[in-house]
């Protein structure tokens, strides 16, 4: 496991500002308890409206994909449901728990071998993101390691020694080539790692939650190195389609949401000749940690 994250230090000093600022706004106006209130409630829930505005986005500019458009109470659902999950992502598990379930590769050694899992999470997030997938599977006995992607806001093909480095430990550890689980981003970083390296006979399968595929809308507004090449139609997406055709797709495992709020159209997280799996209503973060998402996937590990 890695030992340090510069996202989790971001972060934590992102979550004890907002709070201090929001206790300090309720303080200094303790003697009107309404406005006391309402802006620590502003404060504190400003990113739920950020979150609303990127709803909209998606309900004007994700029109005319094959993926069924959402209705405007999956919207709802969606947006109350990705307002509870990601406080509990951005400001506790990733800055603050991200070490709390290290990388286990030590398959027992009385029951039969089982298919290890590289985990690789997504734009702004550390491996404290898949804190629950990765208890699941403890408790399951497969060996298991976590990345953190950096830098931060890097080329997406420097994280490709990141993920070699991966599955090189779990292929070790099992003797059998891992599936790879991998959220937003986190499929793209596969799929470099898979063309940087010629790499498809080192894994089993792919897992993508999520994953902008062939981009996404929101990405024409970041001057990122990796948020540049999210961008729809752009470079270094064709460079990778290209590199990697349908063929190649056959290992992937592809959820998306019709109500993904960070990648829409839905179908750009889709890949031809892949197993796409479409769940309706779930927003980005949420679908993380879907039930369906993870029943299913962890059936697909546990069957290979």
């Known amino acids: 496991m890695q030992s340090r994250s510069a996202l989790a230090r971001l972060q934590q000093a992102t979550t004890l500002s907002l709070l201090a600022v929001a206790l300090a706004w309720a303080w200094y106006w303790r003697g009107t308890p309404w406005l006391a209130l309402a802006g620590f409630a502003l404060i504190a829930f400003f990113y739920s409206l950020v979150l609303a505005a990127e709803f909209i986005a998606l309900r004007f500019f994700g029109g005319g994909d094959p993926a069924p458009r959402p209705t405007i109470g999956e919207l709802l659902r969606a947006w109350v449901s990705e307002t509870l999950a990601a406080p509990r992502v951005f400001c506790w598990r990733q800055p603050f728990r991200w070490r709390e379930i290290p990388d286990h590769l030590e398959p027992s050694a009385s029951a039969p071998a089982k298919r290890g899992v590289v985990f690789i999470h997504g734009f702004v997030c550390n ?8 208890n699941e599977l403890r408790v ?20 490709v020694p990141i993920v070699e480095a991966a599955v ?25 790692w898979l063309c940087a390296m010629k790499a498809d006979q080192g894994v089993h399968r792919v897992i993508t939650i999520g994953s902008p595929h062939h981009g996404t809308w929101l990405a024409r507004f970041s001057h990122l190195a990796n948020g540049r090449q999210m961008q729809r139609q752009g470079e270094w997406l064709r460079s990778l389609h290209e590199q990697g055709g349908a063929e190649s797709h056959a290992r992937f495992t592809c959820w998306y949401s019709n109500c993904d709020n960070i990648v829409f159209p839905a179908s750009t997280a889709t890949l031809d000749g892949a197993d796409n799996r479409l769940v309706r209503g779930v927003a980005h973060v949420a679908l993380g940690f879907h039930p369906q998402v993870m029943r299913e996937s962890l059936a697909l590990i546990a069957a290979m």
């Open 140 to 159: 399951r006995g497969h060996c298991f390691a976590a990345v953190n992607l950096e830098p931060i806001f890097g080329s997406i093909d420097a994280y």
């Open 168 to 192: 090189d430990r779990v292929t070790r550890a099992t003797g059998m080539p891992p599936v790879l689980v991998c959220h937003s981003m986190g499929g793209l970083a596969a799929r470099a």
């Open 127 to 134: 491996r404290g993101f898949w804190n629950p997938w990765m």
